[in-house]
């Protein structure tokens, strides 16, 4: 049977905005990303980008607007959040991994806990999610034995662990030393590969250019433009996409 859903964007924002107080820091943005999209946001620091990222789980409540993920509105009480939220992973730019535990225990958490899943199970799930991401050698390992890249590739796997519809990386690569950044990119533009939904701000502009299917330069709290990478990086439109990337070294 075919279901409208289908065709329908993974994520809709819909005049979404947030204020902090007075401040209003989005102001009505919309945005669609489609199903397989990879979408980058770039810009400057203060902007709205991790407070965009943010609202699409609820981690910052909407001021107003909508918000759609997979046909849902994540605001509407009728929904289960929790279970929604499960459709939107996010990765952020600290890892947050328990020292205590292993790669492959701090991936089986989230599945034992949220998805209630058997040990068993989520053992077997945590070893397929961190092959993916090219750590089958170190599951049995505690993040103090990792580099930043590996540990930020185990919370990605950990995010792949709950099957999320989309993927919203916030900077996920700021924290880690330039020679470790390729690791984790080279994971993004394999999981593009396979398909995978994603939105990632990142000042990683020539991976931007070269891996993103659209680009959006926010400022202001606005969406200023969006286009696909040659027209954002080799011809914007607007003034402040110009000025804004000819700020960047
Ligand atoms: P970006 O990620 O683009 O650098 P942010 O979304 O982090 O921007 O922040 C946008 C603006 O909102 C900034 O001015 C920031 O100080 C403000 N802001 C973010 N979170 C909060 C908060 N929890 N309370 C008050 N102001 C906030
Ligand atoms: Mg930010």
């Not at 929904?79 to 992973?89: F, T, W, Y």
């Not at 958490?109 to 945590?126: I, P």
């Not at 880690?176 to 990142?202: A, H, N, Y």
């Amino acid at each position: 049977m075919l279901d409208d859903q289908t065709t329908r964007p993974i994520l809709e924002l819909r005049g979404l905005t947030k204020s902090f107080g007075e401040t209003e820091i989005l102001k009505a943005v919309d945005l669609d990303v489609e199903q397989g999209e990879m979408v980058f946001i770039i810009g400057p620091s203060g902007s709205g980008k991790s407070t965009l990222l943010r609202c699409c789980n609820r981690l910052e409540e909407p001021s107003g607007g909508r918000i759609y993920v997979d046909g849902k509105d994540i605001c509407d009480p009728k929904n289960d959040l929790n279970k929604l939220r499960q459709k939107i992973g996010m990765v952020f730019q600290s890892f947050n991994l328990y020292a205590h535990m292993t790669a492959k225990q701090n991936v089986m958490l989230a599945l034992r806990k949220v998805q209630k899943k058997s040990k068993e199970e989520a053992e077997q799930t945590a070893i397929e999610m961190l092959t993916r991401v090219g750590l089958a050698e170190r599951v049995d390992h505690f993040p103090s034995q990792l580099s930043g890249g590996q540990q930020q590739r185990v919370a990605i796997a950990r995010t792949l662990a709950l099957g999320p519809k989309i993927v919203l990386f916030d900077e996920p690569t700021s924290a880690l030393d330039p020679e470790l950044v390729g690791g984790v990119l080279q994971v993004m533009r394999q999981l593009r590969e396979e398909g995978m939904t994603m939105v990632v701000v990142s000042h990683e502009m020539r991976f931007a250019r070269d891996a993103a299917d659209r680009v959006v330069f926010m400022a202001d709290g606005v969406i200023q433009e969006m286009g696909p990478p040659e027209q954002i990086f080799g011809a914007p439109q607007v003034a402040r996409t110009r000025e804004f990337l000819s700020s960047l070294d």
